[in-house]
């Protein structure tokens, strides 16, 4: 372990707590059909997460030293990170690796998107912007840490890239392994957090040569430039396909094609960016300090009606049970 620069820093607090090593035929920290976003957003404040109401799913976290390590094994979900939301809760200088146990994880930003298979590594600064979208059957073990602690870590990502995927091998499998051996200790001894730090170095220390291959079938990026076309004019009304089409130099036909391989139509895709942002921004306030109506303008519908009616039919509940359901539910910050 010679070259590891010892200091003390520690991760942004949140609301997660150390949970103790399940017993024989536990699964950890259980979480009921319906909480499963909570459990996500309490561990992993700066993502906002978009899960199906009656998904469910096993998190465990422990923290050891200046670090976290989360083991997750959960039904479907997607997310975004954003560099301000991270930056804005303290997060602007963490880093996340993620050892994908089961199921795939894709990634995507604006200018490229790519699938995370089982059994490969996945490192990048919490402070980006990128959706992930996770399968069924998903589970993953996933460290976070204060890069500034150290700063050979932090060079994994300055490589000119903003994250790394590290190739299936021996290392990873032995890596991920430990980790989970340390997730099912009791308590944390003095040990603890250097055998933490080997675990790291044996699964990155290969990045020079066991950076994966290019997926052969590449993801179409435009998702994304998409829904960040979409939110930039959220709040405009007379933001259609055909000024989508344009901002992304599609003719409409294309532009329909695309969306037709997603399962949706463009106007769809449009209304569904709407309601999401306005249904976070309802669950982030339950107190109801803003009013419905504003929400409303503000995310592209016309008045606080026809907004109630979309939340009604897209998540069956009313915008009032959401707040409800809002209250405790994310950090404070």
């Not at 976290?68 to 997607?78: D, E, K, P, V």
């Not at 669950?283 to 929400?295: C, F, K, Q």
Request: with cysteine; proline share 5%; net charge neutral.
């Amino acid at each position: 372990m010679s070259g590891i620069t010892e200091q003390t820093r520690a991760i942004p607090t949140t609301r997660s707590v150390e949970q103790p090593a399940p017993s024989s035929g536990s699964n950890g920290l259980a979480n009921p059909p319906g909480r499963l976003r909570e459990a996500l957003t309490q561990n992993f404040p700066y993502v906002l997460f978009d899960v199906p109401p009656e998904s469910d799913g096993n998190i465990m976290v422990r923290k050891i030293g200046a670090h976290a390590i989360g083991h997750l094994r959960t039904a479907s979900w997607t997310a975004e990170a954003t560099v301000g939301h991270a930056d804005a809760l303290g997060f602007g200088e963490t880093i996340k690796l993620v050892w994908l146990l089961n199921g795939a994880m894709t990634y995507e930003d604006k200018e490229k998107a790519f699938a995370i298979e089982s059994g490969e590594l996945f490192l990048t600064r919490s402070s980006s912007n990128y959706f992930l979208n996770v399968s069924e059957g998903y589970e993953a073990l996933a460290l976070t840490f204060d890069a500034r602690a150290h700063p050979a870590w932090l060079n994994l990502v300055e490589r000119g890239e903003k994250e790394l995927v590290l190739e299936p091998s021996s290392a990873a499998a032995a890596s991920a392994a430990g980790m989970l051996a340390l997730m099912r200790q009791s308590h944390n001894d003095s040990t603890s957090e250097l055998v933490l730090h080997s675990l790291f170095e044996l699964a990155t220390g290969s990045v020079k040569h066991g950076i994966a291959d290019p997926p052969s079938e590449q993801i179409a990026p435009s998702l994304f430039r998409a829904r960040w076309l979409v939110r930039q004019n959220i709040a405009d009304f007379s933001y259609t396909p055909a000024r989508l089409a344009h901002d992304l130099s599609l003719s409409r036909r294309s532009l329909y094609n695309r969306f037709a391989d997603c399962g949706m139509t463009p106007a769809a895709f449009i209304r569904t960016v709407r309601l999401e942002q306005a249904k976070r921004e309802i669950e982030s306030d339950p107190s109801g300090i803003t009013a419905l109506t504003t929400v409303a303008l503000r995310n592209g519908f016309a008045d606080s009606s026809s907004l109630s009616h979309a939340i009604k039919a897209n998540y069956g509940v009313t915008p009032k049970a959401l707040r409800k359901a809002g209250v405790g539910r994310f950090w404070s910050g």
